[in-house]
């Protein structure tokens, strides 16, 4: 079993960053794909990144060359770093993790089996 936990939402400006982070306990996270999730209002959920065990990386591609996923195995953390945002990027993120020892990355939500609760992301104009 894992638990992961998302932190580092929040408020933030047109044009300005934020940096979630999702930390995962229970089990070693190195040989789990994870995925950055997020809902928007009115929207179905939709992967935005993910990052597999051999960290290979997919990106929404809306979101190419503005977010970057990344993960510490020795914090069992995954980082997502979203940099230009823009008030169509206020959602709901939420980190989701599968266990898998390929570089596949899974873009339905459906393929994760842990999630966590959801952190909310507010871009204002």
């Known amino acids: 079993q894992v638990q992961l936990v998302e932190s580092g939402g929040g408020l933030v400006q047109a044009g300005g960053s934020l940096r979630l982070s999702c930390a995962a306990s229970g089990r070693t996270f190195s040989s789990y794909l994870v995925g950055w999730f997020r809902r928007a209002p009115g929207r179905e959920r939709e992967l935005v990144a993910g990052?597999?065990?051999?960290?290979?990386?997919y990106y929404l591609g809306s979101v190419k060359g503005r977010f970057i996923i990344s993960r510490d195995n020795a914090k069992n953390t995954v980082y997502l770093q979203m940099n230009s945002l823009s008030p169509d990027d206020t959602a709901v993120y939420y980190c989701?993790?599968?266990?898998?020892?390929?570089?596949?990355?899974?873009?339905?939500?459906?393929?994760?089996?842990?999630w966590g609760q959801g952190t909310q992301v507010t871009v204002s104009s």
């Open positions: 989701a993790a599968r266990l898998t020892y390929t570089q596949i990355i899974f873009t339905t939500e459906s393929h994760y089996n842990y």
């Open positions: 990052i597999s065990s051999a960290n290979t990386t």
